[in-house]
C-alpha cells in the first residue's frame, strides 16, 4: 500500500492563480480531510469527506473547495490564490468512527507570492 | 466548535528526565484524544492515542492520561533521548479533528 499520497511537494503562485492539490488513498478509507500548517502552529482543519459525494466544512474554509467523487480520490482547490493561503497542506484520511488513526500524507508546500 | 489549548509551548529537559505537555477541551462530544510528533519538514506522526472510556495508556516510556470530568488530558514521556526532541500536537476528535498549537521539546544530553 502507498498510504496516503499528495502532489505536488512543492509549489509557487502568483496572487490570483488557482490550482489543484491532490490526495489519493488506497487503503479504502471512508473518511478524509484536509488540513493547512502555518510556520510554529498546530494543523487547522479546512475540509473533510465521509464519503464519496458527501464534503463538509471544517475551521478554515473559506477560499478553498473539495470534491469527493470516488473513495480514493479528494482533490483540493484553491481559487484565486492569496499570500494568506502560504502555508503546508496536509491530507489525511481514517477508516471509519471506530478505527480513528488518521494517516497523513507527505504535505504540499504552497507559496503565494 | 471544539477549543483545544495545549502548554507549554516549549519544554527544554535534561537527558533522562521527564517531560509532561498538558492539553486542555472543551466539547464534551469529544472521544478520541491523539498525540502526533512531528519532525521539522516531516509529517505529523501519531505516537499514542486514547479514547474517552479509558482513563490511562501506556506503551514503553511514553502514556497518556484522560480526566474526562475536567476535560483535560496529558502525555508522559519517561527517560527521555535526544531523539524524542521534536514537536509534539494533541487532538481531540469526535470525526472532526481539532489540534492544539503544539510543544517544541528540546532533549539535551
Known amino acids: 500500500n502507498a498510504g496516503v499520497t499528495q502532489t505536488p511537494k512543492f509549489r509557487i503562485l502568483k496572487i490570483g492563480q488557482s490550482m489543484t492539490l491532490q490526495c489519493t488513498q488506497d487503503?479504502?478509507?471512508?473518511?478524509m480531510y484536509w488540513y493547512r500548517q502555518d510556520p510554529g502552529m498546530g494543523l487547522k482543519l479546512i475540509y473533510y469527506?465521509?464519503?464519496?459525494?458527501?464534503?463538509d466544512k471544517g475551521e478554515v474554509p473559506n477560499g478553498y473547495n473539495v470534491s469527493r467523487s470516488t473513495t480514493e480520490d479528494f482533490p483540493l482547490r484553491l481559487e484565486l490564490a492569496a499570500p494568506s493561503q502560504t502555508s503546508v497542506y496536509f491530507c489525511?484520511?481514517?477508516?471509519?468512527?471506530?478505527?480513528?488513526?488518521?494517516?497523513f500524507g507527505p504535505g504540499t508546500r504552497l507559496t503565494v507570492l | 466548535g471544539e477549543n483545544v489549548e495545549q502548554h507549554p509551548s516549549t519544554l527544554s529537559v535534561q537527558e533522562g528526565d521527564s517531560a509532561v505537555i498538558k492539553c486542555t477541551y472543551s466539547?464534551?462530544?469529544?472521544?478520541?484524544f491523539p498525540w502526533y510528533k512531528q519532525e521539522l519538514g516531516k509529517r505529523p506522526q501519531l505516537i499514542i492515542d486514547?479514547?474517552?472510556?479509558?482513563g490511562e495508556k501506556k506503551d514503553q516510556r511514553i502514556a497518556v492520561t484522560l480526566n474526562k470530568t475536567a476535560k483535560h488530558f496529558s502525555l508522559h514521556i519517561t527517560e527521555t533521548q535526544p531523539e524524542d526532541s521534536a514537536v509534539y500536537f494533541c487532538?481531540?476528535?469526535?470525526?472532526?479533528?481539532?489540534f492544539g498549537t503544539g510543544t517544541s521539546l528540546t532533549v539535551i544530553p
Open positions: 487532538a481531540a476528535s469526535n470525526n472532526q479533528f481539532y
Open positions: 469527506s465521509v464519503g464519496a459525494g458527501i464534503t
Open positions: 486514547i479514547r474517552s472510556n479509558v
Open positions: 466539547d464534551s462530544a469529544s472521544n478520541y
Open positions: 489525511a484520511s481514517v477508516l471509519g468512527v471506530s478505527y480513528n488513526e488518521q494517516f
Open positions: 487503503m479504502n478509507h471512508n473518511y
